[in-house]
């Protein structure tokens, strides 16, 4: 089957160069069973998901001379060994040096002449552990028709449901000609489908006040974001090099839900004041100047339901937007109550906090929504300008109960969010089983002192942690 990129789609797969390849990663550390988690268990089971993800079975195929967008096309020549691949560090492996394994496995492209993912089972990790970690291209994964495929290869039981045999038969590939002869057409079939694009567009929102009254909330939260200007200088932002460097750090759920209590707020309040904290001392401990009023504005993508597709749908089953959020973290604050106190300000002041997803909610999507959702915050990012923000940081709630990879006991779980054009920092937060888990991406050469972020990280909750005593 051909269906042409959306115009999202597009221009993710446009955007990236050798220095800023546009995936999603993800990285996922299991428990090691007694028989061992085999590259063909993994191998098959992954194999019995892909129907539910059709699109990571085809690849892109582009137009003669770009005169409409590329086409998504059955790869007839798919090969799930290639994508599939197996790694091992030297055994006992250390956690550092995994690390350094998704940085060097994260600053290499994906091969567009075949579907645009990779995933990674690698072994020889220390206290009898594997890891998982896979990589998706932004174009592949829009939330909604298609989803990351962490999304659907978890499960909540540790013996994997029934699936129904799966017979694929790839379509047959277009030739170039073809795909000239159809994008001639589109052309010529172009103001009669911007008509009918309008015309759906209008029935399709226009039904209600009430959806009249989010879209303008929406375009106004757009508008709000493009008039904030650009942001303040920062060495955060700079020429982004070819190369990486990836650290993790973790945090109990309990201790952010002890500060929120107390200082009633929101955990994604807390998460934010503890990265400005962090952030206030790695500036501090490069010599950096920071006065009193010093910020660092970050985007911070929430997600939220529409109150109509909430309605439609039911509780649990709608899959939420993601809405830009551009907060000024107050780095120059030395107060760690304070700063706390002006994020939670910006957030109430967010015209979208009233329609903030439930954790509660979103965890009852089937599978394990959070690669799929830090996807859908990239995607925002995106939209705007990358002079408007210094850094881009995805905060989404995963499940709090015990989830399985392949019938093994997914233990951590990391986002390794993709870095934008001149930002040599990304973070990544995801909420699984009582802990927040934070994947750290940097550029190798411009934050070779990122190691000390996990450190920096834990002081700044400790300040808040004993200020709420």
């Not at 439930?358 to 859908?376: E, K, N, Q, Y």
């Not at 499940?399 to 973070?427: C, D, F, R, W």
Request: hydrophobic residues 40%; aromatic residues 6%; neutral net charge.
């Amino acid at each position: 089957m051909v269906t042409r990129l959306s115009a999202s789609d597009a221009s993710f797969y446009h955007l990236e160069n050798t220095a800023t390849p546009m995936y999603v990663g993800s990285l996922s550390i299991v428990r090691k069973p007694r028989a061992g988690l085999s590259y063909d268990t993994l191998l098959e089971t992954i194999e019995r998901r892909l129907p539910q993800i059709p699109r990571y079975r085809q690849k892109v195929r582009e137009v003669t001379l770009g005169l409409a967008r590329p086409v998504w096309v059955d790869d007839p020549d798919f090969d799930i060994t290639y994508h599939v691949r197996r790694s091992a560090l030297p055994s006992p492996g250390s956690d550092a040096q995994l690390h350094e394994l998704i940085a060097r496995l994260g600053s290499r492209p994906l091969d567009r002449s075949r579907p645009l993912w990779e995933m990674y089972l690698i072994e020889g990790l220390a206290k009898n552990r594997l890891a998982i970690y896979t990589k998706s291209h932004q174009a592949l994964v829009n939330g909604l028709t298609a989803l990351e495929i962490g999304h659907v290869i978890a499960d909540r039981t540790q013996r994997p449901p029934t699936f129904g045999e799966d017979i694929w038969i790839p379509g047959r590939e277009p030739s170039g000609r073809q795909l000239l002869l159809g994008a001639v057409g589109d052309w010529l079939a172009r103001p009669g489908q911007q008509l009918e694009a309008a015309r759906t567009a209008i029935t399709d929102v226009a039904t209600s006040s009430a959806e009249l009254a989010d879209l303008a909330r929406r375009l106004t939260e757009v508008a709000r974001t493009v008039a904030r200007g650009t942001a303040p200088e920062s060495p955060l932002n700079t020429t982004v090099s070819r190369n990486r460097r990836f650290t993790v750090a973790s945090g109990s759920l309990a201790d952010y839900r002890k500060v929120r209590s107390r200082y009633d707020c929101d955990v994604n309040d807390v998460v934010l004041a503890v990265v400005a904290g962090a952030l206030r001392n790695w500036l501090l401990s490069r010599g950096e100047p920071v006065t009193t009023t010093s910020t660092v504005r970050a985007m911070a993508p929430t997600s939220v339901y529409p109150e109509a597709d909430l309605a439609a749908s039911g509780p649990g089953q709608a899959i939420s937007q993601v809405a830009p959020f551009l907060v000024d973290l107050p780095v120059g604050e030395g107060n760690p109550v304070v700063r706390l106190s002006q994020i939670a300000h910006a957030t109430e002041s967010h015209s979208a906090a009233a329609s903030l997803v439930d954790a509660r909610t979103i965890v009852t999507l089937s599978g394990f929504a959070p690669p799929t959702l830090h996807a859908m915050g990239t995607r925002v990012a995106t939209q705007f300008s990358a002079r408007q923000f210094n850094l881009l940081i995805t905060n989404v709630p995963g499940p709090q109960s015990q989830m399985y990879l392949a019938g093994t006991k997914l233990l951590e779980t990391y986002a390794v969010p993709p870095l934008l054009h001149n930002q040599v920092l990304a973070i990544g937060v995801t909420s699984y089983c009582g802990m927040l888990y934070f994947g750290i991406n940097a550029d190798r050469e411009a934050m070779s002192d990122v190691g000390v972020f996990p450190a920096l990280l834990a002081e700044s909750l400790e300040e808040l942690l004993e200020a709420a005593q």
